[in-house]
């Protein structure tokens, strides 16, 4: 597949799961229509750049907000057939249905916890992902929750990403690295440790 240098099994899996958001996307909306014919670059790359940001030997994964299975489902095929621990947290019972469908197809082992991600106990998650969940200062309380104390958070953000961290910065301490998305200029992805409230 164009942009991806994937087994052959992972981009059948990508591609499956394309063709399932394609189809369940007219009835519950899970993704912008506008974005549908570049579904390829829009959400399937722009999800799978997170896979190699992860830290070394991480185990546990938890995407919050997992909406139409951006990054998470896409995390999830990258990490098929290893013993990788996914869990998927979406409040929209539609959208956990759809989320089930494709574990389900795809054969991937994943939870999807269909409730509030301030409910879920916490999970100690060594990754924590995140994609147009919600502005920074809002969404790292949450992140927080669900991230071991050594974990990296990767959260993918658009060009407000810098006023966003300023913001956060005011109630929140955490390091920060800055990476570049490859698939939208001037969107950023932060990777977050060491979070604590100030």
Known sequence: ?????????TTNRLTVFEGLVRKWTPKINLVGPATVPDLWSRHILDSAQLFPLAPAGWHSWADLGSGGGFPGIVIAIMA????KSITLIESDQRKSAFLRTCVRE????????????????????DVVSARALAPLPALIGLVQRHLASEGTALLQKGRTAADEVELARADWTFDLLSHDSQTESGARILALTRIAHV
């Open 1 to 9: 597949m164009p942009g991806l240098d994937v087994s052959r099994e």
């Open 80 to 83: 098929a057939d290893t013993d």
């Open 106 to 125: 795809l054969g991937l082992a994943v939870s999807v916890l269909s409730s509030r991600i301030e409910a879920v106990p916490p999970l100690s998650a």
